[in-house]
């Protein structure tokens, strides 16, 4: 037999002796999957705590940006615009379930359970992470692009060895998916049939790189089908729309079905940072027309078209709000007690002998620079003369 009447075409051999998968069921959508201002009956628990928490983070944004403004922080990267995709993530996954944030997603991590402060530490340059990820479920806030991908589906491979009924949701921005990480954790999720959802949350830019010049494809959610999963598209502005989209994707994961690739399409409002300055790439009109389709209004508006949402609801929503920037106002308003030793804490579990000889050294040089101090320090009695 030759390989032209084994394949069909002449020097085309046959698909790796098995059918060769049907693309379509693994394609996304024309449009954005949206729920807001549809016919969908609104699930008013769900969406008024998903308006609920859009407010606080809204609030969260702003209010940590201030304090980073103040010198309180050494740079934020602020998820205000992406609000809803931060908040659904946090309420789509179980408590068994793991998120694996990037730099950005200091909000999802908020809303996952983790203080506020501790989510924060990263930023502050105190430790690389400030809580245990074990306690909550949430790996360490990730600053190289996609690394953290490849972490997300290496846990729900060893889960899914394991038996154990757990899903991973990793986050990550557009300009992560130009990454070889990117590509490797999604291949490797596919072939091993991985319990992890993969959200991309295309904000149109790599900081001043527009997705244009990223990529040529229809969409990042259309890549899914050359790894061989589903892809989701998904307007990311709509919070009820989202969250839908990764319950499903968590639930199909869960059930043995492998990934999906969600991307959700929205908009950072603020510049890149607070270091960056977003007028050097990006227009005032583009902005005001992202603002026109801002998550927390679209959701307030759709709330009170069904008469669904009180002015009491609003101010509770409002003062939960206020008391959370307070909390971050009053304890990052504080300097943090340094500790060098901690240098050499937590790099290995027994520390070698390259870092017990360092910590030595640490403790020499600080005893000899406190006691210079000292002898600079004029005895108390001198000052009663």
């Known amino acids: 037999m030759t390989v032209l009447d084994q394949a069909g075409r002449h020097g085309v051999p046959p698909y790796a002796g098995r059918a060769r998968p049907d693309p379509a069921p693994l394609l996304p959508d024309s449009e954005p999957h949206r729920v807001l201002g549809g016919t969908a009956e609104p699930d008013r628990p769900l969406w008024l705590e998903l308006y609920r928490r859009l407010v606080i983070g809204r609030r969260f944004n702003e209010q940590v940006t201030a304090v980073t403004r103040q010198g309180r922080l050494a740079v934020y990267p602020s998820s205000a615009g992406q609000e809803a995709c931060q908040i659904a993530a946090a309420l789509a996954l179980a408590e068994r379930d793991w998120l694996f944030p990037s730099y950005r997603d200091t909000l999802a991590t908020v809303a996952r359970g983790v203080d506020p402060v501790q989510a924060l530490t990263l930023l502050r340059g105190d430790w690389h992470s400030g809580y245990d990820p074990h306690a909550h479920r949430v790996a360490p806030l990730c600053t190289p692009l996609a690394t953290q991908l490849p972490h997300a589906a290496g846990l729900a491979h060893a889960a899914r060895l394991k038996g154990d009924d757990v899903v991973a949701l990793a986050l990550v921005g557009d300009g992560g998916t130009s990454e070889g990480d990117f590509h490797e954790a999604l291949n490797f999720a596919a072939v091993s ?48 729309a989202v969250h839908q989209v990764l319950v499903e994707a968590i639930g199909r994961a869960r059930s043995g079905a492998g990934p999906t690739l969600v991307e959700a399409l929205t908009y950072r409002i603020d510049a890149h940072t607070t270091a960056d300055d977003a007028t050097r790439y990006r227009s005032e009109a583009e902005v005001a027309a992202w603002r026109a389709h801002d998550p927390v209004d679209l959701l307030e508006r759709e709330l009170r078209r069904h008469g669904l949402l009180t002015d009491t609801e609003v101010q509770r929503a409002a003062e939960a709000a206020e008391a959370l920037a307070r909390r971050i106002r009053d304890e990052l308003g504080t300097d943090p007690p340094l500790t060098p030793a901690e240098l050499f804490s937590h790099v290995y579990a027994e520390p070698t002998g390259q870092l017990r000889e360092q910590t030595a050294r640490l403790h020499t040089e600080r005893a000899a620079e406190l006691a210079a101090e000292r002898a600079r320090t004029p005895d108390a009695r001198e000052y009663a003369r």
Do not use: C, E, W
């Open 193 to 240: 049939r991985a319990p992890v959802v993969f959200l991309v949350q295309n904000n149109g830019f790599a900081i001043s790189v527009p997705l244009a010049k990223q990529t040529a494809a229809p969409s990042i959610a259309h890549k899914a089908v050359g790894y061989g999963m589903p892809g989701r598209l998904v307007d990311g502005n709509d919070a009820p």
